[in-house]
């Protein structure tokens, strides 16, 4: 807690937080630092920002498949707005030749790449505009502009030319940052180009596979919980995994068949509390996402978890609240995927202590990070593993495979909060 606090003061005066840029290229696995950043707005409840933003998704992903199956071309909702969590994440990503550095936001809930949002797109010999006009309606936000081709590079010597990208002319709810690397399925690009409404856009990762610059179509993400020892670094991994940040094996999980879920990276857990294995979320299908920075379950199975926790409602930050006494019996909270087990800690179910004024909370509370998705269990998407899941366990998103995988870490069990 107090560990936090130092590098709490920095944040909030410089808001933004970049990782050691370092840079490996390990065969044909590409890793990419990613900056943390973490923007609070005061009091604003963040939980009900959260909670809007799944049912934002949920909502989004039914109308797109009601679309398909009457086969028609559902208007371009990707319904992720990823600007509203408390952490969010971004890389430096070149376009053009020479290269203009943007900051864009990692997403892994939406898949188009763009710029323009705050740093302006600078043409250069290698930007050739497409006849269409592309747009993404992300929930809170949204963006639209004109499709270029252009030299997109994600990291030293490491190219993508004629990678397609998002020039906005317009775009909402993106401040402090220049816009997206969107690393969600192909499929989430579909409708979002105009006349080429049923064409799909390769995402970076599409192309650098196609390219033979990876050899598999997957990328690894690590992220970890901020301490004091080093500055929070997370990493990207494109075409593989960097195991020197997981331990053990990885457990894959198939995309789950249920919809909307499986919109997404969306996959079947459930979930239950303590050694008695008291029962939360039976077997149901939800999302892992990048822009999310709770963990968000349906109605009923938050109502077991504060329930079997001990916990009472705080009025002023939306978020469950622990006594010192209930806290010291805090059990892991057990999600289980494709037939492993990944406990989350009690120190991991904690909220990040030395943030809880930031989100109108009281210093020294205990606040959990599991929060109600506002809907109960049957949506077809009843949960969301977001950053507080993800800083503890390593995740591959494969799409060669369809298939999420987890990994523990050395920070699984490590006490941050
Ligand atoms: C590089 O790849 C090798 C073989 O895949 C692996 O053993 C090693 O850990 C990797 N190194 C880094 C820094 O990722
Ligand atoms: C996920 O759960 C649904 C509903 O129980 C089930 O039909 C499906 O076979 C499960 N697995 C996958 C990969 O979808």
């Not at 509390?273 to 199975?301: E, F, K, P, Q, R």
Request: aromatic share 8%; net charge neutral; glycine share 10%.
């Amino acid at each position: 807690m107090a560990k936090f606090s130092a590098l709490l003061s920095a944040l909030v005066l410089a808001s933004v937080v970049y990782a050691t840029p370092v840079v490996q290229i390990n065969e044909s696995i590409i890793t990419v630092p990613i900056a943390k950043k973490i923007a609070l707005t005061g009091s604003a409840n963040f939980v009900e920002a959260e909670r809007q933003r799944a049912q934002k998704i949920i909502a989004h992903g039914k109308a797109k498949a009601a679309a398909r199956a009457q086969g028609l071309s559902a208007a371009a909702v990707v319904g992720v707005p990823v600007t509203n969590g408390v952490v969010t994440y971004t890389a430096s990503v070149g376009v053009g030749s020479p290269a203009t550095q943007y900051d864009l936001l990692i997403d892994t809930g939406s898949s188009n790449t763009w710029v323009g949002a705050g740093k302006a797109y600078v043409k250069t010999s290698t930007s050739v505009q497409t006849k269409d006009k592309v747009s993404v309606t992300y929930g809170s936000g949204s963006f639209s502009g004109t499709e270029f081709t252009d030299t997109v590079t994600l990291a030293s010597g490491l190219v993508i030319p004629g990678q397609s990208i998002g020039v906005a002319s317009t775009s909402t709810g993106f401040s402090g940052v220049d816009g997206i690397l969107g690393i969600g399925p192909v499929d989430l690009t579909l409708d979002t180009l105009s006349p080429d409404t049923n064409t799909p856009i390769p995402t970076v990762t599409d192309n650098l596979f196609t390219n033979g610059v990876i050899s598999s179509n997957e990328i690894g993400i690590s992220f970890e919980p901020t301490t004091t020892s080093s500055i929070t670094n997370g990493e990207l991994t494109f075409g593989g995994t960097d195991s020197s940040k997981f331990t053990g094996s990885i457990t894959f999980a198939p995309i789950t068949g249920t919809s909307p879920a499986n919109e997404f990276w969306g996959i079947n857990e459930s979930i239950t509390y303590g050694t008695s294995n008291t029962a939360i979320l039976s077997s149901t299908a939800g999302i892992v996402d990048t822009g999310t920075t709770l963990i968000l379950i349906s109605s009923d199975a938050f109502s077991r978890y504060q329930k079997a926790t001990g916990a009472t409602a705080d009025r002023a930050t939306g978020l469950l609240k622990l006594t010192t006494a209930n806290l010291n019996k805090l059990q892991n909270l057990n999600f289980n995927i494709n037939g492993v087990t990944f406990e989350l800690t009690p120190n991991a179910q904690l909220f990040p202590r030395s943030l809880n004024t930031q989100i109108g909370g009281t210093a020294g509370n205990n606040y959990l990070v599991v929060a109600s998705i506002g809907t109960p269990t049957g949506e077809g998407l009843d949960f969301i593993n977001g950053y507080a899941f993800l800083e503890r366990f390593y995740s591959v998103f494969d799409t060669a495979n369809k298939r999420v995988g987890f990994a523990t870490t050395p920070f699984t069990t490590a006490t941050s909060n």
